[in-house]
């Protein structure tokens, strides 16, 4: 078989060129610590990759959502145990209203300490999330409840909480409204104060106190349940992210040892073919025939 000049330079040259990219790459795989940095290295991995990478997205999205609703929830467990507080306050005067031995002044007396108590109660029953929403408003209104022309206080959201998603197909209500929280409480309250005023007995006021406690001890329970679950959901992202990553770091990290020993091997090779080819290059047509 006739070997031409050009074969002999051609082929050296062309495996000097393919170690040399081959070196190249796996510097850069070694300096990024990452396989491939284009999809045609590696169809197949990039498009895990990039499957991981959008499902990580989207979980972070809802990742902020759970956290968000975490905040509104305890925000909302906070408040309404607020309330319980002041409800039982109430209730402990509404008994002290009852006593035989009470004067008018002491009635009047009562009756301030219960206005402070329903003002509490507003102050609370108004409380802002951390979005800046009415935090027992329901889907829509500057405040829960409002003060009319009269002195009354009365329900004023809409509509149920706005729901926050939190996964594909799921979502959550952070809140309560304040008529299912507490109902007419407000009402029940102001007429006491009235009839202590006017130097009336408490009547039923307790018995309707009680209700309301109860109410809000349901509501606690509601929003209780739904922050557990939202701690699980929390949970659940945390742990897929974290099969992602050890996946993903499997597909696209660099074997940064092998990297290193395969480095020094092609080096090698390519140190000797480019030695070979020097020497290979310097000959002259008598030392080929020697």
């Known amino acids: 078989m006739r070997i031409t000049t050009s074969q ?8 000097m060129g393919k170690l040399g990219q081959q070196a190249d790459k796996l510097q850069t795989q070694i300096a990024t610590t990452k396989r491939f940095s284009a999809p045609s ?24 959502n759970v956290k968000l609703a975490q905040s509104v929830l305890a925000q909302s467990d906070s408040t309404l145990d ?6 039982q306050r109430a209730q402990e005067l509404a008994l002290e209203a009852g006593g035989p031995a009470l004067t008018d002044a002491n009635r009047q007396s009562i009756a301030a300490s ?4 329903i003002e509490d109660l507003f102050q609370l029953a108004n409380a802002k999330d951390v979005r800046g929403q009415p935090l027992f408003g329901g889907a829509a209104g500057d405040a829960a409840y409002v003060r009319t022309a009269d002195g009354s206080i009365t329900y004023a959201g809409t509509g149920e909480p706005a729901a926050i998603p939190v996964a594909d197909g799921h979502a959550i209500q952070p809140s309560v409204t304040g008529d299912k ?11 006491l104060s009235a009839a202590l005023k006017d130097g009336e007995g408490p009547g039923d006021a307790g018995d309707s106190i ?5 109410q809000v001890s349901a509501a606690r329970s509601s929003v209780g349940a739904r922050a557990l679950r939202m701690d699980l959901e929390a949970q659940r992202l945390t742990d897929a992210e ?6 993903r770091s499997g ?14 091997k092609t080096l090698t090779v390519l140190q000797a073919t480019q030695t070979s080819f020097t020497k290979l290059s310097g000959l002259s047509l008598f030392d080929y025939l020697r």
Not at 41 to 64: C, I
Not at 82 to 87: D, E, H
């Open 82 to 87: 607020g309330i319980a507080t002041q409800l």
């Open 41 to 64: 290295e590696d169809p197949t991995a990039w498009l895990r990759v990039d499957g991981l990478a959008r499902a990580s997205a989207n979980d972070a999205a809802y990742a902020s």
């Open 210 to 214: 009680t209700q309301a406690i109860d």
């Open 242 to 247: 974290t099969a992602r990553a050890e996946t």
């Open 8 to 15: 002999i330079y051609e082929r050296p040259s062309l495996l």
């Open 251 to 264: 597909l696209e990290d660099t074997d940064i040892a092998t990297a290193i020993a395969e480095l020094q």
């Open 181 to 191: 929280a507490f109902g007419d409480i407000f009402a029940v309250l102001t007429t």
């Open 114 to 117: 219960l206005d402070a108590v």
